[in-house]
């Protein structure tokens, strides 16, 4: 009978079929287990471990690496579990994430980096873990979030940026994670400029939970400091408006002397707005002018001027087209334009393209007529036409215009 029980347990001991391969690979420091709901857990915490352990199974679905001595993720260093749903590598050491670290772990929900020494993380890695339910990324030295860092995020319900060095976030950083349901911001030294206003507003409109709100606070500008966030003074940031004026002249005679065109772009907003100019003309010359200066496309010029006038000298057929006026400061942007064409062209100023993506939108600012120039002695007889502003035709059916008489026909869109 010994005889016989000795056979079988070595027989036990051989065979790969009865024994061996229901074993789970376990790392030597880390435990590992099967959780009721199939899940294998390996846990790996309090471990003094400084890298990421070798000899994980490839079925390992929690890993739990948290209070260690982790100083950096490389791009191998989870490679063999790919099927990981939760991650844990909070309160370690980690200052350097390889960019690919990871990609390859398409069906992680939870993903915990808090209290590490983070300041910068592979943002690019998101984008493949589409299933990600929960981010935390606190306690960190993290300066920035690039604007679209988040996007496709669709499964994102907790997002932890709390306790980090973030001074201000770009526009709509939040606005692609549809399932958002709890956020948290506080203890971050914002700069609650104009750049920031648009949090205030998004926090006000959301129905994300933000906590520790009343501790997301500024840390500038000094007037603003300790103050929430969500209270920043509504008339410090006001966005753009913009007007556009025109006058048209003949310059003084002389050789190669003509009509010069002079338009002015009236802008209003805090913080004061810059102006920029976008030409595009009919012939197909595209001018991008920002800021004063003097802008050269092949022989001719166009002179932008510090308070918003541009004059265009020798004003000809050639510069039928397009006149931009983009008024931009930290709030958002405004734009005016105005289609110009000299009369008996081929392409008169009422058909010219009206290419304005601000078109139809409320609270637009457009363009206003200048002072009237007496047509007498100025030669040919050229024809205005322009749309009434929106005020002005409420209750008139359809488009309505009106005709003037100028030595310049100007195509006005006003919105």
Not at 8 to 31: E, N
């Amino acid at each position: 009978m010994r005889r016989l029980l000795g056979v079988l347990a070595l027989a036990t001991l051989l065979s790969p079929g009865l024994a061996g391969d229901t074993a789970v690979p376990c790392p030597v420091p880390c435990s590992c287990s099967t959780k009721k709901n199939g899940r294998l857990l390996a846990e790996c915490a309090y471990r003094e471990l400084r890298d990421v352990p070798r000899g994980l199974s490839p079925n390992v679905t929690i890993l739990t690496l948290s209070a260690n001595r982790l100083g950096r993720l490389g791009r191998a260093s989870l490679a063999e579990a790919p099927e990981l749903q939760s991650l844990w590598l909070g309160y370690n050491h980690i200052s350097a994430v390889e960019p690919g670290t990871f990609v390859h772990l398409l069906h992680l929900k939870n993903l915990d980096l808090s209290h590490n020494r983070l300041a910068d993380f592979p943002w690019q890695d998101l984008r493949r873990l589409g299933a990600l339910q929960i981010l935390k990324l606190s306690n960190n030295r993290l300066g920035s979030v690039p604007r679209d860092a988040l996007a496709g995020l669709q499964e994102l319900r907790s997002l932890w940026l709390n306790d980090n060095a973030l001074t201000t976030l770009a526009h709509g950083t939040f606005e692609a994670l549809p399932a958002l349901a709890q956020l948290q911001l506080f203890r971050n030294p914002f700069n609650c400029s104009c750049k920031l206003f648009w949090l205030k507003e998004w926090a006000e409109s959301t129905s994300v939970a933000l906590s520790g709100a009343g501790s997301t606070l500024c840390a500038a500008p000094p007037r603003l400091r300790g103050r929430p966030v969500a209270n920043i003074p509504s008339a410090m940031c006001v966005a753009p408006s913009a007007q556009l004026t025109y006058l048209s002249s003949l310059a003084k005679a002389g050789p190669g002397d003509g009509l010069t065109l002079s338009l002015h772009c009236s802008v209003a907003g805090s913080p004061p707005p810059e102006i920029h100019w976008q030409i595009r003309t009919v012939a197909g010359r595209r001018v991008d002018i920002h800021g004063p200066m003097v802008a050269k496309a092949g022989r001719r010029r166009f002179l932008a001027f510090k308070k918003g006038t541009m004059a265009i000298p020798d004003f000809g057929k050639e510069d039928e087209g397009t006149y931009t006026c983009l008024a931009v400061n930290e709030v958002g942007s405004r734009e005016v334009s105005v289609n110009v064409a000299l009369a008996g062209s081929e392409g008169p100023a009422e058909e010219l393209p009206r290419d304005d993506p601000q078109a139809g939108q409320p609270g637009g600012h457009g363009c206003a007529k200048g002072d009237e120039l007496d047509p007498s002695g100025m030669g040919e007889k050229l024809v205005i036409v322009y749309h009434m502003p929106r005020e002005a035709r409420s209750g008139v059916g359809g488009w309505e215009f009106r005709l003037g008489i100028l030595p310049l026909a100007l195509g006005l869109l006003l919105w």
